[in-house]
C-alpha cells in the first residue's frame, strides 16, 4: 500500500482505499495517545518525522485544520457508514462485534510494516523494535481490550516472541484479504450454479436435503473424495447458493488464517485435510464465521466438527453414463468411445480436454504422465510386453487369465446385473492373485493384462513404501491406492506377501503395529475401486483375509514340455542353428521355468555373439548346464551335448 499517495473521497471506496482510510484513524487515535502521554502535536512532529507525513495525508483527506478529535470523528463516519458494508473491513467488524478501537488496535500491528518510520512513535508508546505489544495494545490499567482478545482467538492476529517481549502482527494472508487481495479467491457471482452442475442423482439428493433442514452458517459440508472428483466445483455451487463466494484451499495456510480471510472476502472457506488412515479429523467451530465451512478429505476419514451441522458428500468416480456427459461440456461435441472408456474423475475430464482436446491416444498420455508425478517416487511404470513377449500358459492357465480380462472389462456393467444378495454390488474393484515359482510368468501376465485392457502398469516400489515410521507405510499406500484409482492405472503389488504376511500374536509393540498395518491393507484392498494384481511365490505366507478379498486366483505352474518347447521357439534367435530334434530334446527333458529359459537362451545368445557365429546346439548345452548349476541342479544329460 503506497503510504505517500493521496486519500479516497467516500466517493471511491474499495477496499485498499477503505483500508488507507482505517489505517489514518488508527495512525490519528495513536497521535492523540501520543499528545497525551509524550509531548504535544507539533513536539510530536518535530521530533518523530513521520507524524507530519500522515498529517499531511489527513489534510489530503479533508480533515485540513480539524483538531484530532474532530479528524477522527469524520472519518469514523466515513468508514462505516453504508456504503461500506460489504468491504472487507466492515465485514469484520460486524463478524467480530467490534469497536472502532479494537479495529484500531489491530491496524496498529501492521501499521510499522506500511510505514516503517512509524516504528520509533510505537516503541515509545510501549511498542518493541517498531512491533506492536500487548502494553502497546492495553488501556491505561494495562488491560487488553476483549476486541483484541477476540481478533486473537479467531486468527487475525499472529504473535510471535522477541526475548521477553512478545509482538503482534496481522499475518500476510490475512492482509492480503483486507485489501481485497486473494488469488485463491471466487467471487459468488462466477461460481457455477447449483443447477448447473452435472452430477449423480443421489449426490444431489443428499445436498438438497441438507440444505432445507439447515441454516447455511451452521452446516460443515464433508466433502470425501480423491484429487481431480470435483469437490471445489460442488463446495463451489454449495457456496453460491448460501449467497458466498469462495476461499482456498491455500497451501500452507493455517485453518484458522484461511477462516478470517474468508470473513473479509465474504466467502465460505474450502480447507485440506490430510490425516492419517485411522486419524480423525477436528474442524474448528469457527463461531465468528457467518459462511458454512467445506473441508476436502480422503476417502473413509473420520471428520468432527465443533457447533456445526457435518454433511457429508461423497463424490466417487462417474459411471460411464455421467463421463460421457462431462466429455461433452468440455469437448462441446460428442467424444471417441475410447475417451469415455477411461474411467477418469470429474475434474481430470475437464483438465484433459483442455490438455489434448478428444484424442484417446493424447488423452491416455497426458493421464499417463500426471500419474508418473503422482507416484514418483513409490510405484515405477512397466513397459508394456514386446511382439516376441508371448504369454506362454497352458490351456487351463489361458481360460482362467481370459476371464480374468473379460471381469476386467466389464467391471463396471458387472455390478448392475447383480442383485442385493452380494452386497458390494456398486464396487468396480478387481484384485487378481497370481501365484507359482519364481520365473513361471506372473509378472509378464500382469503386463499382458494390463496391455489387453489398454491401461498402463504400475509396479509398487515397497523399499520406498515400507517405513520404520508409525503410520508412514498406510500414509504412502494410500497416495498410491488413490493415484491408481483416480487415473485408473493397474496396479502391480510384486512379492505381496511381503505386505501381506498373516498377522501374529501380539508379543510386542512390533507386532501390533505390524498388525495395524495388515488391518489398514486389507481393508484398503477391499474397497479399492481400480485394477489390482498381486503376484507371490510363497502364497503361504499371505493372510487368508487376503486370498478371500481377491476376485480371481490364477496358478502358474512351472511349464509343461509343450509349453516349453514354445518359450524356447520365442526366445530363441532367429537364424538360430538348433535342429528341431534337438530342441524338442531341450523342451522335454530340461524342466525349466519361463524365467530359466529365458536366462539359458540369452547366455547361449552372449556365447555365440562372442565366437562370432550362429548359436548352434553346443551354446545352447552350455548355457544349460550353467543355468542348472545356478540353480545348484544337475543338468540332464542331451544326446547333441
Not at 460489504?86 to 479494537?102: H, K, Q, V
Not at 467445506?294 to 473420520?302: E, H, I, L, M, T
Not at 489361458?398 to 480380462?405: A, G, N, R, S
Request: proline share 7%; aromatic share 4%; glycine share 8%.
Amino acid at each position: 500500500m503506497d503510504a505517500a499517495s493521496p486519500l479516497p473521497t467516500a466517493r471511491a471506496l474499495t477496499p485498499a482505499n477503505h483500508l488507507r482510510l482505517a489505517l489514518l484513524h488508527a495512525v490519528l487515535a495513536l497521535l492523540l495517545r501520543a499528545t497525551q502521554r509524550v509531548a504535544p502535536l507539533d513536539a510530536l512532529a518535530t521530533r518523530f518525522p513521520a507524524t507530519q507525513r500522515w498529517l499531511d495525508r489527513a489534510a489530503a483527506a479533508g480533515l485540513e485544520g480539524c483538531t484530532l478529535e474532530a479528524g477522527l470523528g469524520q472519518l469514523s463516519e466515513r468508514l462505516w457508514d453504508t456504503r461500506t458494508t460489504e468491504l472487507p473491513l466492515a465485514r469484520l467488524r460486524r463478524a467480530l462485534d467490534l469497536s472502532t478501537s479494537d479495529v484500531d488496535a489491530w491496524l496498529l500491528c501492521a501499521a510499522a510494516d506500511e510505514d516503517p518510520a512509524l516504528g520509533d512513535l510505537l516503541d515509545v508508546l510501549g511498542g518493541h523494535e517498531g512491533r506492536a505489544t500487548p502494553g502497546l495494545l492495553g488501556d491505561a490499567e494495562g488491560l487488553l481490550p476483549e476486541g483484541v482478545h477476540r481478533l486473537r482467538e479467531a486468527g487475525f492476529l499472529r504473535e510471535a516472541a522477541a526475548g521477553r517481549w512478545r509482538t503482534w502482527c496481522v499475518p500476510p494472508a490475512v492482509w492480503e484479504a483486507v485489501q481485497g487481495r486473494a488469488a485463491a479467491c471466487t467471487d459468488r457471482d462466477a461460481l457455477p450454479q447449483w443447477s448447473d452442475l452435472v452430477l449423480p442423482p443421489h449426490v444431489r439428493e443428499t445436498a438438497e436435503q441438507a440444505l432445507a433442514r439447515h441454516a447455511p452458517q451452521r452446516v460443515c459440508w464433508v466433502l470425501p473424495g480423491g484429487s481431480g472428483s470435483g469437490r471445489r466445483t460442488l463446495a463451489g455451487a454449495l457456496a453460491r447458493s448460501a449467497g458466498f463466494g469462495l476461499l482456498g484451499p491455500s497451501p500452507g495456510t493455517d485453518p484458522a488464517e484461511l477462516a478470517a480471510c474468508a470473513v473479509l472476502l465474504g466467502a465460505m472457506p474450502l480447507a485440506d485435510f490430510s490425516p492419517s488412515p485411522g486419524e480423525r479429523v477436528d474442524v474448528p467451530a469457527f463461531p465468528w464465521l457467518p459462511a458454512p465451512v467445506a473441508v476436502r478429505v480422503p476417502r473413509d476419514a473420520a471428520v468432527a466438527a465443533a457447533g456445526r451441522v457435518a454433511c457429508s458428500i461423497e463424490l466417487a468416480l462417474p459411471d460411464r453414463l455421467e463421463r460421457e456427459r462431462h466429455w461433452q461440456l468440455a469437448l462441446a461435441r460428442e467424444p471417441e468411445e475410447a475417451v469415455v472408456d477411461l474411467r477418469l474423475p470429474r475434474g481430470w475430464i475437464h483438465r484433459l480436454a483442455a490438455q489434448a482436446g478428444g484424442s484417446a491416444v493424447a488423452v491416455a498420455a497426458h493421464a499417463d504422465a500426471q500419474c508418473r508425478h503422482r507416484l514418483e517416487g513409490l510405484a515405477h511404470r512397466v513397459p508394456p510386453p514386446g511382439a516376441s513377449e508371448e504369454l506362454a500358459l497352458s490351456d487351463g492357465a489361458q481360460q482362467e487369465f481370459d476371464l480374468l480380462v473379460a471381469r476386467c472389462r466389464h467391471r463396471e456393467a458387472l455390478p448392475e446385473l447383480l442383485p442385493a444378495a452380494f452386497g458390494h454390488a456398486g464396487s468396480t474393484g478387481v484384485r487378481a492373485l497370481f501365484k507359482g515359482a519364481s520365473g513361471t510368468g506372473k509378472t509378464l501376465a500382469a503386463r499382458h493384462l494390463a496391455a489387453a485392457l489398454g491401461r498402463p502398469l504400475y509396479r509398487v516400489d515397497l523399499a520406498a513404501t515400507v517405513s520404520k515410521y508409525i503410520g508412514e507405510t498406510e500414509r504412502n499406500l494410500e497416495r498410491v491406492f488413490a493415484a491408481a484409482e483416480e487415473l485408473d492405472v493397474v496396479l502391480l503389488l510384486d512379492e505381496g506377501d511381503a505386505l501381506m504376511a498373516g498377522r501374529t500374536a501380539v508379543a510386542n509393540a512390533n507386532d501390533r503395529y505390524a498388525n495395524l498395518e495388515t488391518n489398514y491393507l486389507l481393508q484398503r484392498v477391499e474397497r479399492h475401486g481400480g485394477l489390482l494384481v498381486v503376484t507371490t511365490n510363497l502364497p503361504e505366507r499371505i493372510d487368508p483375509a487376503f486370498a478371500r478379498r481377491m476376485d480371481a486366483t490364477l496358478e502358474f505352474p512351472l511349464p509343461d514340455a509343450v509349453t516349453r518347447y514354445r518359450l524356447w521357439r520365442a526366445h530363441l534367435p532367429a537364424g538360430h542353428g538348433v535342429d528341431e530334434p534337438a530342441l524338442e530334446e531341450v523342451a522335454r527333458r530340461c524342466a525349466l521355468s519361463g524365467g530359466q529359459v529365458r536366462n539359458a537362451a540369452l547366455h547361449a545368445s552372449l556365447l555365440a555373439l562372442e565366437q562370432g557365429a550362429a548359436l548352434h546346439a553346443h551354446d545352447l548345452g552350455a548355457a544349460l548346464r550353467r543355468e542348472y548349476a545356478r540353480a545348484g541342479l544337475a543338468c540332464p544329460s542331451l544326446s547333441f551335448a
